[in-house]
Structure formats: structure tokens, C-alpha cells
């Protein structure tokens, strides 16, 4: 049977992939009017954005989604005459986009969003009028761009070929779901050790970081630890909310509809999805990524995780 989170993902894949490549298609005309577009590429949107599309864009740049650029990391550009591919932000050549691998000098530049097209019409090459900087260049930033020409200088333009997005798990077939499902199923979880650092935080008090420590080593007073103690009798094991079920941690914390339930109303409340998963080892993990991008926004979930871990265990 199909895992749900990963058939979703997949299935989100599904649409960035159609976004990519059917750019004369209905959705993506409707997409262009709704949100605009921007150097042949889509907009994300402001606040209105709706929740389908905006998890689309995340898995389309790679992050805000468990796993990182899964999407971003298997797709490249193929160019032929580079008049529809991002010079900087395409994964054009080699395996990074220009943009990450040489940062600084994008960070210097003026034409960010030029095209292939544009950057080898004008001359990438010494004393080609590609290249427009803020400012002069430093010695070490010459030394860089020396080294970027270098990698551009085996590149040729095919003026009468398309560019072209490619699928690069079935370069013949294209994107399947299948294989995007295979790619997320296999994909290796995060260790234990990844997991442990989540539960320490500055802002939080100690005892609240002890609380989500034993909960990862399943070291709490659940009725079911307290069996295997020999403290209570198997007939007084059922989940304190009276659902019937065994008195779990990862029932009370995950899968309860009374305890278990907190989660969904956090996500509504901070405007993510996501999925509880099997196991707490993986939920703090996607919980405190399910936002990406910077330090503090990892670190506001990591508290909020922690906070919702204790209260919780409260109710309890």
C-alpha cells in the first residue's frame, strides 16, 4: 500500500513537473494572470497565495517540505539556444545552479535575471559586456570569474534547438509518479542524533527539553511502559481520553483525535501541511523543517514543537 505522505508528495511533484513543462497549458495560463510571472518563471504570491500552489512552489525551489529539494535536486534545464533558461538560478550546467555555486559574485551582480541567451550574446568571455557589477571587482572575486569563464567555455548555444526541462531519473520518460514515490521511500531518514539536537533549545526551560528527550527514547509513564513495569494490569492500559486504544506514546502524542489532535490545529494556525507520521523521531524532524529557509524560522518551530510536546503532556 502507497504511504500517504509520500503519495502526496509525489503527486504535488506530479504538478510542479506540468508547471515546468506545459507552459502553454490552462493551469499554468491561470497561474500566470493569477500570480504573474517573472522571467519565464511563476510567481510564488504574497499572503493571498492559495495552499495548492504554494506547496508547489516549495517542492519546485527545493525547500519547505521533509527532504529538502527532492524535486529541485533531480531536475535540470537542458538548453539549446538559452533564450528561456535563468543563467544564475537554472540548473544549467554542471550540478548546481551558477548562483549557489559562485554566490559571490552573484551577490555582486546587476543583471541577475538575464537568460542564457542574453549572458552568451553579449560575451561571457575576457572582455565581453555580460557581466555588469555593482561595483569593481576585488583580486579573489577576479580569481572566481576566471574560474566561472572556465566552466563556460565549453558550452556551445544551438540557436535552432529549444531549451528543455528533463526528468533526470527517466531522462526517455519523463517525471512519473512512481518514481518519485520510489525516490521518497527510499530517501535515508534522519538519525537519532539529528533528532536529539531538536529537543535542545536556549529559549526553552531545561525540563521541557528533558520531557522531549524521554519522549524520543520512550522513557514516559504511559500506561503501556508502566505494564512492562509491572505497576498496572493489562486491563488499565487504554488511552486516558476513553478512545479504546492502548495508552502509547506514540498514540497519546500522534494519533489520538483528542490529544494527538493539537497537531493539525498548530498547522492550520501557522498555515503549513503535513502528515503524522509513524514514529515521534520522524515528526520532530518534519515538524521543525516543515517551514525551510532561514535559522529563525527552524527555531520558531523547533520552540513551537517543544511547547506543544509540554502541553501535552499536561493535558495528559
Given at each position: 500500500m502507497w504511504k500517504l505522505k509520500e503519495f502526496n508528495l509525489a503527486l504535488l511533484g506530479k504538478w510542479c513537473w506540468r508547471m515546468l513543462v506545459d507552459r502553454g497549458g490552462f493551469w499554468f495560463r491561470v497561474l500566470?494572470?493569477?500570480y504573474g510571472e517573472e522571467a519565464e518563471r511563476l510567481e510564488?504570491?504574497?499572503r493571498s497565495v492559495s495552499f495548492w500552489w504554494r506547496e508547489i512552489a516549495k517542492i519546485r525551489d527545493g525547500n519547505g517540505v521533509e527532504g529538502g529539494g527532492w524535486f529541485d535536486e533531480r531536475v535540470a534545464?537542458?538548453?539549446g539556444n538559452g533564450s528561456n533558461t535563468l543563467f544564475c538560478y537554472d540548473r544549467w550546467i554542471r550540478d548546481v545552479p551558477l548562483f549557489r555555486r559562485f554566490d559571490r559574485l552573484f551577490g555582486l551582480a546587476l543583471n541577475k535575471?538575464?537568460?542564457?541567451s542574453d549572458m552568451f550574446t553579449r560575451g561571457w568571455e575576457v572582455g565581453g559586456d555580460a557581466w555588469r557589477w555593482r561595483r569593481p571587482l576585488w583580486g579573489w572575486e577576479e580569481e572566481m570569474l576566471g574560474e566561472c569563464?572556465?566552466?563556460?567555455n565549453t558550452f556551445v548555444v544551438h540557436?535552432?534547438?529549444f531549451d528543455r526541462w528533463q526528468w533526470l531519473p527517466n531522462i526517455g520518460g519523463g517525471y512519473t509518479m512512481c518514481d518519485a514515490y520510489q525516490i521518497l521511500t527510499f530517501q535515508v531518514a534522519p538519525s537519532i542524533t539529528v533528532t536529539d539536537e531538536l529537543v535542545w533549545h536556549k529559549?526553552?526551560?531545561?525540563?521541557?527539553?528533558i520531557l522531549a528527550w524521554r519522549l524520543l527514547r520512550d522513557?514516559?509513564?504511559t500506561k503501556t511502559n508502566l505494564l512492562r513495569h509491572v505497576i498496572v494490569h493489562s486491563e488499565a492500559i487504554r488511552c486516558a481520553a476513553g478512545c479504546g486504544l492502548d495508552e502509547t506514546a506514540h498514540h497519546l502524542f500522534l494519533h489520538c483525535e483528542f490529544f494527538g489532535g493539537l497537531w493539525q490545529h498548530i498547522r492550520n494556525w501557522v498555515g503549513i501541511s503535513g502528515v503524522d507520521l509513524f514514529t515521534i523521531h520522524d515528526h520532530f524532524y518534519q515538524f521543525t523543517n516543515s517551514i525551510g529557509g532561514s535559522t529563525k524560522r527552524r527555531s520558531f518551530m523547533q520552540m513551537l514543537c517543544l511547547l506543544c510536546v509540554h502541553s501535552l503532556e499536561r493535558k495528559k
Open positions: 500566470v494572470a493569477r510564488v504570491g504574497g534545464r537542458r538548453v535575471l538575464s537568460t542564457v569563464r572556465l566552466l563556460l540557436t535552432d534547438v529559549h526553552i526551560p531545561l525540563k521541557v527539553s522513557r514516559l509513564p
